[in-house]
């Protein structure tokens, strides 16, 4: 007991620098989101705009699997400093992007691209190195009531961050929304700098820089054909074809040069572990039916329910609570009673529930009745975010720590990649359908063209019989994006049932002071 509580005592005096490192990488695409309407106002090239995005999150994923691993071989310090200094000069970049110190607004926009990728490539080692350091210091047994912690913290962050952007966008340059990362990153490194002590590495093993390169070659090939699939070119182009195959080739030749690797980027046997294969199938379906999904919430509540956009991220409230207070709890059970196979089937049907039940929003749902239904989405993401990453850790050696949780948060990522590809797809070919239904194939045209560019303000120009069939056709989609989402989350609970408990590392409040730490099994 003593020794948990002196443990407890070193996690608590670190876990707000880790918790600010955490919050720096979930606020910046929310607040950037909320602020890109001003950017390209004042930057121009609207054909470019939607690369600010693509660039993050290419930076993001490609470097993720990287960062577990290099934290693995040669100490995770130092690497989660590089992280973010990275990512914090890349924020800096970002504000100063198109400003007269880089000869001004021309090529702004490219400039900003640019930045973004920078900043990805140090967010990429945020979250990861958030995760493994936690796992460092804290046995699985214990590390459930910390993860829910960081859960809750992820909630609030995630509802912060649209109020955030939408205070820098009415009230601040909208530079603001890349300068405020500064100051977190700041008090964030001082803390890590001076409380964080973990065990130094010596590593001598040369990087698998053979595997690093083909899976970011892959990486790039996939998250270009999620992003530009169906929209910049058809998915027959020769565009999209050719991306595809590079990442079938990529990937192939991945595979082979980890089979040899003395350190391989992403250690393929641990792919024989049932759990770790598991768990990464169903973070990888929970980021695509989840994520692609939800990414279409803040347009039903602005355009259909007219809610402002600072308010549509308080409108998300109930979901984010929801997940926060289920975190908790499961983080509490788990260290409690060790157990923890269930949680992710709960989630896996209360997020089908929540699912199913968006599906049936139309223009007369109120937005209290869509608070409750995202609720219970938000019982369901409590059970499985959190959860489904301790079994990762927990199905791995403590060498393979890091990059467990960096391919957890991998496969996630491209499984959100491919559900707003995808999901984007069916809005946009749904919209369109019913647009003509209603208006006829020239008017439905105009009508889908623009549909990016619609607010509140266009909305109330509009005459009111083509305001209405709109807003009927929007309704329509986006609830027929969440009917799609249920055909992948009822693999989730599914699969989960396939999980095998084994028990957690470390000593616990059931476990005689003895015990032997058990060896993950195989399989």
């Not at 192939?252 to 003395?262: I, K, P, Q, Y």
Request: hydrophobic content about 55%; glycine content about 12%; some cysteine.
């Amino acid at each position: 007991m003593a020794e948990a509580a002196g443990r407890r005592r070193e996690v608590m005096v670190v876990l707000p620098g880790l918790m600010l490192a955490m919050v720096l990488a979930l606020l910046d695409n929310m607040i950037v989101g909320t602020a890109m309407p001003r950017i390209v106002r004042e930057l121009g090239d609207l054909t470019h705009f939607s690369w600010v995005v693509t660039a993050y999150v290419l930076g993001t994923t490609v470097s993720t699997p990287i960062w577990g691993k290099i934290g693995d071989l040669y100490g995770r310090k130092n690497i989660f400093i590089i992280s973010i200094v990275i990512f914090m000069i890349g924020s800096a970049l970002c504000g100063m992007a198109g400003s007269s110190l880089f000869g001004g607004a021309e090529g702004g926009m490219m400039e900003l691209i640019v930045f973004r990728a920078i900043q990805g490539l140090g967010a990429g080692g945020l979250m990861v190195n958030v995760m493994a350091i936690i796992g460092d210091l804290v046995p699985p047994r214990e590390r459930g009531q910390y993860q829910g912690i960081m859960a809750a913290i992820m909630s609030l962050a995630m509802i912060a961050g649209p109020l955030v952007g939408g205070f820098i966008t009415d009230h601040l340059d909208w530079r603001w929304a890349f300068y405020v990362n500064l100051p977190i990153g700041a008090v964030a490194l001082v803390l890590i700098v001076a409380r964080l002590h973990l065990p130094k590495h010596h590593n001598r093993v040369r990087i698998d820089w053979l595997g690093a390169i083909l899976l970011s070659l892959g990486i790039t090939a996939l998250v270009l054909i999620t992003t530009w699939g169906g929209t910049e070119y058809t998915w027959g182009s020769w565009q999209i074809l050719t991306l595809a195959a590079v990442a079938v080739v990529t990937l192939a030749l991945f595979v082979l040069a980890e089979r040899r690797a003395a350190e391989p980027v992403m250690p393929l046997q641990l792919f024989a572990n049932r759990n770790f294969t598991l768990i990464s199938l169903i973070g990888f379906l929970l980021g695509f039916a989840m994520f692609g999904a939800i990414n279409f919430l803040p347009l039903f509540q602005q355009l259909v329910q007219g809610a402002s956009a600072t308010n549509s991220g308080l409108l998300l409230l109930p979901m984010m609570g929801a997940s926060m207070v289920v975190s908790l709890f499961v983080g509490r059970a788990i260290t409690t009673t060790g157990k923890y196979k269930v949680y992710p089937v709960i989630g896996g049907v209360g997020m089908i529930v929540g699912m199913w039940l968006l599906s049936t929003m139309d223009v007369t749902t109120p937005a209290w009745v869509t608070g409750v239904y995202i609720a219970v989405l938000g019982l369901g993401m409590g059970f499985l975010m959190q959860t489904t990453l301790l079994i990762a850790q927990n199905s791995v050696e403590q060498r393979d720590l890091g990059v467990a949780s960096s391919t957890s948060t991998f496969f996630r990522s491209i499984g959100g990649s491919f559900g707003i590809s995808l999901f984007g797809a069916i809005f946009n070919n749904q919209f369109l359908s019913e647009l003509t239904g209603r208006f006829g194939p020239q008017v439905a045209g105009k009508l889908a063209k623009g549909g990016s560019q619609i607010d509140a303000a266009t909305l109330a120009r509009m005459p009111a019989q083509q305001r209405t069939g709109l807003l009927e056709s929007l309704a329509v989609s986006i609830s027929g994006v969440f009917w799609w989402a249920i055909a992948f989350a009822v693999a989730v609970p599914v699969l989960a049932a396939f999980i095998k408990e084994i028990p957690l590392r470390g000593a616990g409040p059931a476990e005689p002071a003895d015990s032997k730490t058990p060896t993950p099994a195989a399989g």
